[in-house]
C-alpha cells in the first residue's frame, strides 16, 4: 500500500507540472486574441453583480462590457478554475482565482473562496478571465492518497486488502434460499437479473461490466433501491456530472430521497430540485441563512462605496460568516442524514465538500458508475466512506484523460477497474450480454473485438433501420445499416496543420455534409442524427457547414458523446496521408465508443488507404466493406460542386507550403489540382459500382491499377475473337474506360442499341498485329520520339485521341481522375470515321496524315497534332458524326455541363449523346432540393377564406344566371 501511494503521488506531481507547464507556455506564447480563438481566455468583460453564496463564498457574474452582447465562443465550463486579469495590465498578471460556478449565453459566474470575498470588481474596470490549470483537483487527490495511508487503522480495511490483493472477496446469504428475489423492475433480462443479485451477495466487492447499449444504468438503479430497501445508505459517484445526473434522473421517479450534491446550474433542469441548495432552500433553516447573506451583502456594498476600511467592518464581516458557516453546516447535516442515496461526482465527494458534514461511517455502500473513465486516485475519494464497493464501467470504453506522457506510461492511466479484474478476475465480475441499442450488424464488430463475441442484440433492435421510424423514405440511404464512404485515391487530404494543432480534412466534412442533408431530405429528425469525430478541428470544420441550417443536428468529438446514442451516427476519420499516420486513431477503446452511439445506421467516411496502415481500423474497415455497403468519394461529386468548401474556422493555422521535388516528376494528369478543399471540382460521374477500397487505393508511383473492364478489353485483344460485346449494364464512367482503352489498343469500338440497351461492341480490324507490337503513348517515347515515327495508324489514332481529351478543357482541375489518370470524354471519334469519305480540306487546312520520314522535325510533327486537335476540336464530339461546330457550341462552354465537349444541335442533349445517366443524377439533386418542387399551402384566415368564399359563390350564381336560355317573345 505504501509503495503504491508513493509511486500515485509521483505521477500525480508528474501529471501537475506538465498541465502548469503547458498552461504557462500557452498563456506566454499566444495574445490574448489568439488564447480567445482557443477557447482559453474570455476577454473585455466587466462585473454584472456579486452575492454571498454557499459556505459564505463570494458569487460573481460576469458580463461583456458591451451590455447585451453575448459571450465569444470559448471553452470554459462548470468547475474550471479561472483567473482575472485586468485587461489594461500588459503584463496579464492573475490578481485572483474562483471556479465557474455556472455559464450563460451572455454571461459567465464564478465563485470565489471568502479570502477573495474583498474583490473589488465593480468599478467599471474590464477584465479578461483565463483558464488555469485545475490546482483544486490535484489537492484533493493529494490529501486523499495520504488519507489511504492510514486506512490500515480506520474499520474499512477489509476493502483495501482485498483491492490491492492481500485477502479475497467474500459473499453474504442476502435472501431465505426459498424466497426469490424481488425486483423493483420486472422487465430486466437474466443477465441483468444475475448482476443484481450478484453485487447484493458480495460483502466487500461487486463489478458489474456494461458493454455499450446493455442497460448498465438501469441495472445499477435496480442494485441503489435493494440496497435501500435493505435499510442501507449509498453513495453513487461518477467522474462526470452527466453519469450522475441520468441516475438522478431515473432515482427521482421512485419513492427514494434522493440529494444531489453539485452546483443548480451544472445539473439538467429536471433534477435541479433534488440539488443540496434547492432542497436547502425550502428548509426551515433557510430563513435565517438568507437573512445573514442579506446583511453579508449590504456590509460588503456598504464597504466598496465607502473609503473608510476600519477593523470593526471587517470584524463584522467575519462573524457574519462564522455564524453563516454554523448554521449551515447543521441544516446540510441534516438533509444528508434523512437522505436514503447521495450522489455526487468523484471529485465533490472529498472531505473538504458537503460530506465533511457526515460521519465517516455513515454509508454502508457506494456505487461508482463509469469507473473505467475516472483515475483510480479519485474513485479511493468515494471508497474510503462505505466498506463495500460496487464498480460498473465498461474498460473497453474511453479511459481518462491524461495530459503527461510519462505519467500514462508510468501506470497513472491504469483504472482500479482494470487492476482489480486483472487481481481477481471473473471471480468478482458479471458481465451484461443483452444489447437495446445497435442494430446487429452495427454490434457484432464490436462484440467480436471486445467482448469475445458474447453481446446478444434483443429482438426489438436487431434489424432495426431508419426506414422504420415514422416520416422516414425508403431509398438506398435509410435501408442500410452500414456504410463506408471511401476517399483513398480522391485527393481529399487531411489539412496541414502544425503538430501542436488538432486535425481536420475539409473534403471529408464537405462529405458529411452531404451525407447528413441526404438523410435530413429523406424525413430523418436532425436531432436524430449525431456527427461524430476524434479531431476538434474537424467537429468546428463540420459544425460551420451543419449548424446554421440544423440547430438540432448534434456535431461533437468522441470524447463528448460517450454515454450518448442517436439512430443515426456519422463519422469523420480525418487522417489521408502518404506515411500512413493515423495519430491517436490508434486508440481502439475512442473508436470503439464511437461506433458503438449508432442504433440503426452508421456512416464512416475515411482514407481507406490511410486506415489499412493500422491493423485494428483495418479491421473496421474490411468488416464494413463485408457487411454493408462501400461507396466512393465521387458517387457524391454531383452533391460536392453545389456544397461550399471555403469555410474555415477564424483560428486555423496551416503549415507553410512546402514544394515536394517528388511532385514535379509526375505527369500533368496525375497532378493534383488542390488539397481536399476543392474536392468540389471533381466533374467524375455520380453514378459508379461501389468497388470498395481495393481499386480506388492510389497505388504507389502512379503506377495503374486495372478495373475489371480493362482486364475484359485487354483479354480480347489477346484472344482470337473478332468480336465481342458487352453488357449494357455499365455506367457512363465504365463506357469511358473502355473507349479509352479499346482506342489505345487500336480496336474498334462502337456504342449500339438505345437507352437501357445501349452497349459497347468491339471488334478487330483485319490483320491487326497483337497488342504488344501496337505503339505506345508513354511519357518515355514521348520523351524519344519513338511511335511518332512508326506508320502503324493505331498509334497515330491513340495520340490522336490523347490529345484530343487533353486540349478540349480550358484547366485539368477540371477532369476527373481515376487512380491518378485522367479519364476521357465519354463520346469522341472512332477509328472507323477514318474509312468514311472526307471533304475536300481547304488550303489552310492540315493535310491528312502521311507516312512520316524518319527524320522529321520533331517540332514540326508537334505543330501538325496540335492542328489537327484543333480541326477535331471544332467537330461534333459524337462518333461518326462530322458536323463542324458553331462557336457558341465548341468546347468548354458547349451543350454538355458533364463532360464538356461541343456537339452538333442533334447530339446536343445528354440523353443523346452518352451522359444521361449524369443528367438524371442532377435532376433528382435539383428535385430534392426543391422539396420535391412543391410549393407550401399558404395559410389565409378564417374570416378572409369566408369572404373569398362568398364572391366566388356570387360570381359563379351569376355565371349559371348569364347562361340561361332566354324565353323568346
Known amino acids: 500500500l505504501d509503495q503504491f501511494v508513493g509511486k500515485q503521488l509521483a505521477l500525480l506531481e508528474l501529471e501537475r507540472n506538465e498541465e502548469v507547464e503547458q498552461n504557462t507556455k500557452l498563456q506566454e506564447k499566444y495574445s490574448v486574441r489568439e488564447l480567445q480563438n482557443k477557447g482559453l481566455c474570455i476577454a473585455k468583460l466587466v462585473l454584472d453583480c456579486a452575492h454571498t453564496g454557499l459556505y459564505g463564498r463570494t458569487i460573481c457574474k460576469f458580463r461583456s462590457c458591451q451590455h447585451g452582447a453575448p459571450l465569444p465562443s470559448h471553452g470554459f465550463s462548470n468547475g474550471d478554475i479561472v483567473g482575472i486579469v ?220 465607502s473609503k473608510d476600511k476600519s477593523y470593526q467592518l471587517y470584524g463584522k464581516l467575519g462573524e457574519l460568516r462564522k455564524e453563516l458557516k454554523d448554521r449551515e453546516r447543521k441544516a446540510i447535516g441534516r438533509i444528508l442524514s434523512n437522505a436514503d442515496v447521495v450522489l455526487s461526482t468523484l471529485t465533490t465527494a472529498s472531505d473538504d465538500g458537503p460530506l465533511k458534514n457526515l460521519s465517516e461511517s455513515h454509508f454502508e455502500v457506494a456505487v461508482i458508475d463509469e469507473c473505467s473513465q475516472a483515475l483510480e486516485v479519485a474513485c479511493w475519494m468515494a471508497l474510503l466512506r462505505a466498506p463495500k464497493c460496487i464498480l460498473a464501467g465498461d474498460h473497453h470504453q474511453l479511459p481518462p484523460t491524461i495530459v503527461s506522457e510519462a505519467a500514462a506510461k508510468g501506470g497513472l492511466e491504469v483504472t482500479l477497474m482494470e487492476r482489480t479484474l486483472q487481481r481477481h478476475g471473473e471471480a468478482v465480475v458479471r458481465m451484461l450480454v443483452t444489447q437495446y441499442r445497435m442494430h446487429q450488424l452495427i454490434m457484432q464488430w464490436s462484440s467480436d473485438r471486445f467482448y469475445d463475441g458474447r453481446l446478444v442484440a434483443d429482438a426489438s433492435v436487431s434489424t432495426h433501420l431508419l ?162 455497403e462501400v461507396r466512393s468519394a465521387r458517387e457524391y461529386s454531383a452533391d460536392l460542386e453545389l456544397c461550399s468548401s471555403t469555410l474555415r474556422p477564424s483560428s486555423i493555422r496551416l503549415k507553410e507550403a512546402k514544394k515536394s521535388a517528388s511532385k514535379s516528376k509526375k505527369k500533368p494528369c496525375q497532378e493534383s489540382t488542390q488539397k481536399s478543399q476543392d474536392v468540389a471540382k471533381l466533374k467524375q460521374p455520380a453514378k459508379q459500382k461501389s468497388g470498395g477500397a481495393h481499386y480506388l487505393k492510389k497505388p504507389e508511383g502512379g503506377a495503374n491499377v486495372q478495373s475489371p473492364w480493362e482486364a475484359l478489353v485487354r483479354n480480347f485483344a489477346d484472344s482470337a475473337d473478332k468480336q465481342r460485346s458487352l453488357p449494357a449494364s455499365m455506367t457512363a464512367f465504365e463506357r469511358r474506360t473502355v473507349h479509352e482503352l479499346a482506342e489505345k489498343l487500336g480496336l474498334i469500338h462502337i456504342s449500339e442499341g438505345d437507352g437501357t440497351e445501349r452497349h459497347i461492341v468491339l471488334k478487330k480490324r483485319t490483320g491487326q498485329p497483337p497488342k504488344s507490337d501496337l505503339p505506345s503513348c508513354s511519357k518515355e517515347e514521348k520523351g524519344s520520339g519513338k511511335g511518332a515515327s512508326d506508320g502503324a495508324s493505331g498509334g497515330t489514332e491513340a495520340c490522336h485521341s490523347k490529345a484530343k481529351a487533353t486540349n478540349t478543357d480550358k484547366s485539368k482541375e477540371d477532369e476527373p481522375t481515376v487512380n491518378g489518370l485522367t479519364a476521357p470524354p465519354p463520346c469522341f471519334k472512332t477509328e472507323e470515321t477514318k474509312n468514311q469519305p472526307q471533304r475536300k480540306k481547304k488550303q489552310s487546312e492540315v493535310k491528312p496524315t502521311a507516312a512520316r520520314d524518319g527524320n522529321a522535325n520533331e517540332e514540326e510533327n508537334f505543330d501538325e497534332l496540335i492542328a489537327k486537335v484543333m480541326v477535331s476540336d471544332r467537330t461534333c464530339g459524337f462518333e461518326r458524326c462530322n458536323e463542324k461546330l458553331h462557336t457558341a457550341l465548341a468546347g468548354i462552354g458547349g451543350p454538355c455541363p458533364f463532360c464538356k465537349r461541343g456537339f452538333c444541335f442533334k447530339h446536343a442533349l445528354p440523353e443523346v449523346h452518352g451522359c444521361g445517366e449524369e443528367a438524371r443524377t442532377q435532376a433528382r439533386i435539383a428535385w430534392h432540393r426543391s422539396k420535391g418542387g412543391t410549393v407550401a399551402p399558404s395559410h389565409v384566415k378564417p374570416e378572409k377564406r369566408a369572404q373569398v368564399q362568398k364572391a366566388l359563390d356570387k360570381r359563379l350564381a351569376q355565371m349559371a344566371e348569364s347562361r340561361k336560355r332566354q324565353t323568346k317573345k
Do not use: W
Not at 489594461?88 to 450563460?104: K, P
Not at 475512442?590 to 481500423?617: G, K, P, W, Y
Open 86 to 305: 485586468v485587461a489594461s495590465d500588459a503584463s496579464r498578471e492573475v490578481v485572483c482565482s474562483g471556479v465557474v460556478s455556472s455559464v450563460a449565453q451572455g454571461n459567465i459566474t464564478l465563485a470565489f473562496d471568502e479570502s477573495r470575498a474583498t474583490f473589488d470588481g465593480d468599478d467599471g474596470r474590464i477584465f479578461n478571465l483565463v483558464k488555469l490549470a485545475n490546482d483544486i483537483t490535484y489537492r484533493r487527490l493529494k490529501r486523499t492518497l495520504e488519507k489511504l495511508r492510514k486506512c490500515r487503522e480506520v474499520r474499512y480495511n477489509d476493502l483495501v486488502e482485498i483491492l490491492f490483493g492481500t485477502s479475497s472477496p467474500t459473499e453474504v446469504p442476502i435472501l431465505h434460499p426459498q424466497q426469490p428475489l424481488e425486483f423493483y423492475n420486472t422487465s430486466l433480462d437474466e443477465s441483468q437479473k444475475e448482476a443484481v443479485a450478484f453485487s447484493l451477495k458480495q460483502k466487500e466487492l461487486a463489478v458489474i461490466h456494461g458493454p455499450p447499449g446493455t442497460g448498465k444504468t438501469t441495472t445499477l438503479v435496480e442494485v441503489v433501491l435493494q440496497c435501500a430497501k435493505r435499510g442501507s445508505k449509498v453513495l453513487v459517484c461518477s467522474p462526470s456530472n452527466v453519469a450522475v445526473d441520468n441516475l438522478v434522473e431515473r432515482l427521482s421517479s421512485t419513492s427514494l430521497k434522493v440529494v444531489r450534491l453539485g452546483h443548480p446550474a451544472r445539473l439538467l433542469p429536471g433534477i435541479a430540485r433534488h440539488s443540496l441548495d434547492a432542497i436547502l432552500a425550502r428548509s426551515d433553516d433557510f430563513g435565517i441563512i438568507g437573512d445573514i447573506r442579506k446583511e453579508i451583502d449590504s456590509l460588503m456594498a456598504a464597504k466598496s462605496k
Open 467 to 628: 426506414r422504420d421510424l415514422p416520416g422516414v423514405e425508403d431509398n438506398e440511404d435509410t435501408s442500410l445499416p452500414l456504410l463506408l464512404i471511401d476517399t483513398a485515391g480522391c485527393d481529399m487530404v487531411e489539412l496541414d496543420t502544425p503538430d501542436d494543432e488538432s486535425k481536420g480534412n475539409e473534403g471529408e466534412a464537405d462529405l458529411v455534409a452531404v451525407h447528413v442533408e441526404r438523410l435530413i431530405s429523406s424525413g430523418v429528425s436532425a436531432s436524430d442524427i449525431a456527427v461524430i469525430s476524434p479531431y476538434n478541428l474537424q467537429v468546428e470544420l463540420i459544425r460551420l457547414r451543419l449548424s446554421s441550417r440544423h440547430p438540432g443536428l448534434e456535431v461533437r468529438s468522441v470524447d463528448g458523446f460517450q454515454g450518448r446514442e442517436k439512430e443515426a451516427v456519422v463519422m469523420s476519420f480525418v487522417r489521408s496521408n502518404d506515411t500512413g499516420t493515423v495519430g491517436f486513431l490508434a486508440e481502439d477503446r475512442r473508436i470503439n465508443v464511437a461506433v458503438t452511439r449508432a442504433r440503426r445506421h452508421l456512416a464512416v467516411v475515411c482514407d481507406s488507404a490511410t486506415m489499412s496502415r493500422h491493423d485494428f481500423l483495418k479491421s473496421l474497415v474490411d468488416y464494413i466493406s463485408e457487411e454493408g
